[in-house]
């Protein structure tokens, strides 16, 4: 990457700020003459704008220049097991339209993502935008998925998608840039973006049919080798009983914590709990059954959660997902056993909190995800024609 | 940082290719009397080196410049409870002298580092290089450490050092940057730097007295919020004994699993094990309760090893530390655990192996972790005179 392309010239710019090609050449280094040019570059893609000008200092004032997120936007896409949610965003994350739809994952990746393209082209035309303005598509998928090619990799829970190339078939419909992950690790992003941009070290934590978490590490959302890194859902609860598991092993998280186990538990008490909203309907109007169950689930998420404190030492937990919205009981049982179980020096500092994001983390991270793509130096330059 | 500094050239250099001024040029798009002024100040510092000359295309043939990893050492320390290790490195991380020797942690900071000082300066004359030739120093310390301060943070066996202000006291006798780190984060460091340099997702488990883990993930050390990630020896085993622990918790891996554990497991059955390199001897002779000892340890490490696969989703672990010299035994204990209990899609491609660097691994990464240091582009910057 040259360090005096437009693209890199276009890092100083992301925070917004309006600045004078002095104050570019100043904080570079650069030439005036190369600043200029890139200037004009950068001028003609519309990510960067005039802002007006700055305090003269004797003779015509100085135009200023600052990065405009509005000059495109992006398609943000939260895929569930039941439900999704498309949003058009800016590229500053700021959503424009959303909508959210009952589909069922299980119908397989092209019913799925053609009624994505669907909802995503209406949302455009209700912001008045063409389909030209689309700049790239982030998608997360409730399963692991191998970030670099954007094919789901083994998932569980996600019949007919195992190798699918998602961005192939979604770039039938939008030829952009089309970046997929595991949705947990969108939500990961879009709660850190949207709520705790300057916290280096943070877990997103869903609690849902399924458990899983995704890794912020020193500001960087963390994949591991596979894809497959913060699959909580399979550990071994400390101590814990030894409830068989879909995945085949016994005793894993989601068999003890997860919705439908919790469900389960009732279901011996008598009590009917159809789905996690169900669930979560039921703790609010005040059922102790449900509440103490919810509480127990806690417990056994704080023991794994323990164990990822003593290994991580992240500064907050973000706790989020379906059943998540079942409030302070969950969080409660969470806390008594992470305070109890992890080491004093990883926890003197640690928050243990409720996701801020309302449903929003998996589009609000989708959107950072494509932003930090084709903002990035690369993807600048070769949008200016002067990549090498 | 500007980008047509010395620093940010240096980084271009940083891998010990021999370029000349045109390529330098051609590569950054920085201008040749930019390239050649840059080039002066680099080779004032003694960093750079001309090596000769490339093939010529007619005319006087250009000169070639490269990376002198020889031009200054690194003094390398990995602290233990009971013994150290010190080494002259260059830049390059090549040890140029070493020594090891028995102090005990628990003296003190002042009396510990006195006798590193008098190690160094030891070391430093048998290889002939003078103490203005220190470009820093690196030191591992077996416990928690605040690594922006260099101060221990409430170390379990550690008396005295809580809070010690590590480089200051060693600045006194060298006057050169001095980093501070956990010994099990700097031995992930060096095991990488030596032998995985192309994996990005890697964990160091130290087993020994206590049991630990270096976390790189995406390819850079991952210190956590506190410094105090990768903390595996207070994990609460799965489905675990409740063995008391020293950190006040019941049934953490440390208790069942850590080298005075297997002895005092061995003890039951009349057997004294005084040490763990005791340990290590009885197994090499074929003692088979010892050899069922450590592979019943390694198997309790699996268990926990096996939530870290799930968590990070690593591609190698590597096993280091005084009882891992236990060699095969232990490692069949922790792989027969890791493999049943983990994810398939995160051990399909897992290795699990031994320590390559002999011991070496923590001056490796100390050295390695001064070398980042100084070389960075700031640094170089400050040493050419040129930082802005």
Redesign the interface.
């Known amino acids: 990457m040259?360090?005096?392309?437009a693209g890199?010239l276009f890092q100083l710019l992301r925070d917004g700020q309006p600045r004078t090609r002095a104050d570019l050449a100043a904080?570079?280094?650069?030439a005036r003459s190369t600043v200029a040019a890139r200037i004009e570059d950068l001028l003609a893609t519309g990510l960067l704008a005039p802002t007006g000008e700055a305090a003269s200092t004797g003779g015509r004032p100085p135009a200023t220049f600052a990065f405009n997120p509005r000059a495109r936007v992006v398609v943000a896409v939260d895929l569930g097991v039941s439900h999704a949610r498309v949003a058009v965003t800016d590229l500053g994350g700021h959503v424009l339209a959303e909508d959210t739809l009952d589909l069922a994952i299980a119908d397989g990746p092209e019913p799925v993502l053609d009624r994505v393209v669907e909802v995503a082209r209406a949302l455009l035309r209700e912001v008045g935008r063409p389909e030209s303005d689309v700049a790239g598509m982030g998608v997360g998928l409730p399963g692991?998925v191998e970030h670099a090619s954007g094919r789901p990799?083994?998932p569980p829970i996600m019949p007919g998608w195992d190798g699918f190339d998602v961005p192939a078939r979604l770039g039938e419909a939008f030829p952009v840039p089309i970046l997929v992950d595991n949705d947990v690790n969108i939500m990961a992003l879009g709660e850190h973006e949207a709520v705790w941009p300057d916290v280096?070290?943070l877990l997103f934590v869903k609690i849902a049919t399924g458990i899983g978490?995704g890794?912020i590490?020193?500001g960087?959302l963390?994949?591991?080798?596979?894809?497959?890194?913060?699959?909580?859902g399979?550990?071994?609860?400390?101590?814990?009983a030894q409830a068989p598991c879909r995945?085949g092993?016994l005793?894993c998280l989601e068999a003890v914590a997860g919705g439908p186990a919790v469900a389960a538990a009732l279901r011996e008490q008598g009590l009917e709990v159809p789905s996690n909203a169900a669930l979560v309907d039921l703790i609010r109007s005040g059922n102790l059954e449900a509440t103490l169950a919810v509480r127990q689930a806690g417990r056994e998420i704080g023991?794994?959660l323990?164990?990822?404190v003593?290994?991580?030492?992240?500064?907050v937990i973000v706790i989020g997902g379906a059943v998540a919205a079942a409030g302070e009981h969950l969080l409660a049982g969470i806390r008594e056993v992470v305070y109890?179980?992890s080491?004093?020096?990883?926890t003197?500092?640690?928050r243990i909190v409720a996701s801020r994001t309302a449903g929003r983390a998996g589009v609000l991270g989708a959107a950072a995800m494509v932003a930090q793509h084709v903002l990035s130096p690369e993807q600048i330059n070769a949008l200016v024609g002067s990549a090498?």
């Open positions: 040259r360090p005096n392309s890199s904080t570079t280094g650069l692991p990799t083994s280096d070290d978490a890794i590490s020193d960087t963390q994949r591991g080798a596979q894809g497959a890194a913060g699959d909580l399979h550990i071994a609860v400390p101590g814990g995945c092993n005793g023991a794994v323990a164990t990822c003593n290994l991580l030492n992240p500064s109890t179980r080491l004093p020096l990883a003197q500092h640690l090498d």
